[in-house]
């Protein structure tokens, strides 16, 4: 499976952008999806999971009530709503996959084993 992310772009402090990641092919609805960001000079973080088991959605503390992550099994696709965005929202974001994932380590970079390319987002002040 090959993740492909999309949707980025520069936008103004307090705007939305709608990131969506497609995969090559028909995923299992079972598999664990995520949003990581990375921006210049920083480690790559989490922001957002949705459980293929389940449904249930995890933010990081600062995106909470901000951002929304979703997930259409039928078009295998995940996307990232990111609403008032902020300029320390800059960043490359990353969608991954992962399966078997553990609650206590869905926030790590290292439970996806499946990563697409990354897609820029700028917010400007």
């Known amino acids: 499976v090959q993740l492909q992310a999309c949707g980025g772009g520069l936008v103004q402090t307090g705007g939305s952008l709608r990131l969506s990641c497609a995969a090559s092919?028909?995923?299992?609805?079972?598999?664990?999806m995520a949003w990581f960001r990375q921006a210049p000079g920083k480690e790559r973080e989490f922001v957002a999971a949705?459980?293929?088991?389940?449904?249930?959605?995890y933010y990081t503390d600062s995106v909470q009530g901000r951002f929304r992550i979703s997930r259409l099994n039928a078009k295998n696709t995940v996307d990232l709503q990111m609403n008032n965005l902020k300029p320390e929202d800059t960043a490359v974001y990353y969608c991954?996959?992962?399966?078997?994932?553990?609650?206590?380590?869905?926030?790590?970079?290292?439970?996806?084993?499946?990563w697409g390319q990354g897609t820029q987002v700028t917010v400007s002040s």
């Open positions: 092919e028909r995923t299992s609805s079972t598999l664990d």
């Open positions: 949705t459980r293929g088991r389940g449904g249930h959605t």
């Open positions: 991954a996959a992962g399966s078997g994932i553990i609650l206590s380590s869905i926030r790590s970079t290292y439970s996806y084993g499946t």
